[in-house]
């Protein structure tokens, strides 16, 4: 779409939601809080340039970017509360998930910590507590102020924005419901849908009522007890280890391959860690049905925790679980933790009024290179795409870029390979790129090298822990001079490592030019730039049986 021409200059009084200015009583300027965001623009056909539905990570990019572009620009964003009525801030799904799965890992590791501190000279007179409100309490306040300060970032960058739930009703159309059920209808030049995803449900008796996902954690006013985690998503295994680092009893019911879509060696060497660490996992079952029970109170802890055994409902929830033998297990349990994938939150905005095309089995949005859906007007960014990778940095990347497209004139896609990603396990897994099996699929398994490595971090030597538990891969594409074409990393800080080199794989990265990398040492990245041991070579050797 091309760009239009100059709109002119905002003002740069105090303007109220409704574009009108009012002068108090001391003759200086106040705003006003209607709901009613101003209507009319540089094109006197729509009331706005862009209208964004959804304030998720990729939808707040492409609104900052265009307003800043000085075009006129409404977002929309209402999400439903949960279930369980956990409410949903501005920020959506990733950017909010995101940081409380960071400051849950978080607290995990410094439970840890101080265990290990001890090996560097630290004593402690007593036994360290947890305290699961105090923690709730910092993370929620910190969502909020996180929120906070997004509304006041879209009011600097000149984006009108409302609390209010949007669907399209006609092209270009779009009826803005408000929190007091007032309706109006609103038009704009171009719309993107950006609303993001939210876990999903199994379907079976009593997961509504009395499970909880992700999402719910931090809702629940105690500590959540001996905990089900039903599920080997990352969702899974990062909520399944944070429980489990506080000193819960976690059992993972695993009901598909874990961690679908990742490597699958690396996902392998993952479990066997919590495995090892104490986390109990259940193969090949099913949850059918879960009963509340009468609760009774007992003291309740895992036995490789830093924490103090404190008081939780024991017995609360009584699931009924099917082998795959079709033996039937009924097991008690304080909370049942849903980590079984997320849908595309697509359903209810109208989408099928104007012929936005849809995948029948995810619910989410198709779009071409151009992040266009099948209507020329109307855009998708983020985790509503199909067949796309949702991280949150690739989000924010896809808006801005998507902006400056349709009002700077600029030509760049947004390249959805290479990708760089991060689970937060206890043992934090990264990853870029293609996983070994998507290698071998792609270009056979004989044109693929695979060189990898344990390592034991320095960190780690004085308290003896985990040693070799850490490990890294890089995956090569042989004929394209071993043209680096994924890297996996299994450590502490993961993730950190990982992004640096995300953009050397952009730069097609080879393996000679990682061999010839200086490595930082005191470090754990060096390890990347030293791999000498293939997978072939360590598969011969076990073989012989000489490992």
């Known amino acids: 779409m091309a760009a239009k021409g100059p709109v002119p200059a905002r003002s740069h009084g105090c303007t109220t939601a409704s574009g009108q200015q009012r002068i108090n009583s001391r003759g200086k300027v106040s705003s006003v809080r209607i709901m009613d965001p101003p209507t009319g623009s540089s094109s006197e056909a729509y009331d706005y340039d862009l209208l964004v539905i959804g304030g998720g990570s990729g939808g707040l990019a492409v609104a900052k970017e265009a307003a800043g572009l000085r075009r006129k620009v409404l977002l929309l ?65 910190q969502v909020k102020t996180r929120s906070l300060e997004l509304k006041k970032e879209l009011k600097r960058c000149g984006v009108f924005y409302l609390n209010a739930r949007a669907e399209i009703v006609a092209p270009h159309t779009v009826e803005v419901m408000d929190t ?33 996902t992700s999402e719910d954690l931090l809702s629940l006013p105690h500590p959540p007890g001996r905990t089900l985690v039903v599920g080997g998503s990352a969702e899974g295994l990062e909520s399944a280890g944070f429980l489990f680092g506080l000193g819960l009893p976690v059992t993972v019911m695993q009901q598909h391959d874990l961690l679908q879509g990742f490597d699958q060696k690396t996902a392998q060497k993952i479990e066997n860690h919590m495995i090892v660490s104490g986390v109990k996992f259940l193969y090949h079952c099913s949850l059918t049905k879960v009963e509340q029970t009468e609760a009774s109170s007992k003291e309740v802890v895992s036995d490789d925790s830093a924490a103090t055994p404190q008081q939780f409902s024991n017995g609360g929830l009584q699931a009924t679980i099917i082998s795959k033998e079709g033996q039937t297990i009924q097991e008690d349990f304080d909370t049942v933790l849903l980590a079984v994938g997320r849908k595309a939150t697509t359903d209810d905005i109208g989408l099928e009024c104007v012929g936005v095309q849809r995948s029948q089995d995810t619910g989410r949005i198709l779009v071409n290179e151009r992040d266009q859906t099948s209507v020329d007007h109307i855009y998708a960014i983020g985790s509503v795409q199909h067949g796309c990778p949702s991280t949150t940095g690739l989000s924010v990347h896809a808006g801005t870029l998507l902006a400056r497209r349709l009002y700077r004139g600029d030509s760049t896609l947004c390249d959805y390979s290479n990708v760089p990603t991060v689970v937060l396990t206890p043992l934090e897994y990264a990853a870029c790129g293609l996983s070994e099996e998507k290698a071998n699929l792609t270009f056979g398994e004989a044109n693929v090298e695979v060189y990898h490595s344990h390592y034991w971090p320095l960190e780690w030597e004085l308290p003896g822990k985990n040693k070799n538990s850490c490990y890294v891969k890089v ?60 997978q072939r070579m360590s598969e011969a050797l076990m073989m012989r049986g000489n490992c």
Not at 114 to 129: F, H, L, P, T
Not at 185 to 205: C, F, H, K, M, N
Not at 495 to 517: N, P, R, S
Request: a positive charge; glycine letters at 12%; one cysteine or more.
């Open 180 to 212: 007091n059920g007032s309706k109006r209808r609103v038009t704009a030049e171009t719309l993107v849908i950006a609303t993001g995803d939210s876990p999903q449900y199994l379907g079976v008796p009593g997961d509504r009522e009395y499970c909880i």
């Open 77 to 141: 964003d209402l999400a439903a509360p949960s279930p369980r009525g956990t409410k949903r801030e501005l920020g959506g799904s990733s950017l909010n998930t995101n940081s409380v799965r960071r400051f849950l890992q978080q607290a995990s590791l410094l439970g840890k910590a101080i265990q290990n501190s001890q090996k560097y000279g630290w004593r402690g007179k007593e036994r360290a507590s947890h305290g699961w409100r105090e923690l709730v309490e910092a993370v929620q306040q």
């Open 475 to 534: 995956i090569c594409h042989i004929p394209d001079h071993e043209r680096v074409v994924g890297l996996h990393v299994m450590g502490p800080s993961a993730g950190d490592i990982v992004q640096g080199f995300a953009a050397a794989m952009k730069c097609g990265l080879t393996k000679e030019q990682l061999d010839a990398t200086v490595g930082i040492h005191p470090g754990s990245a060096q390890v990347l730039t030293s791999l000498t041991q293939t």
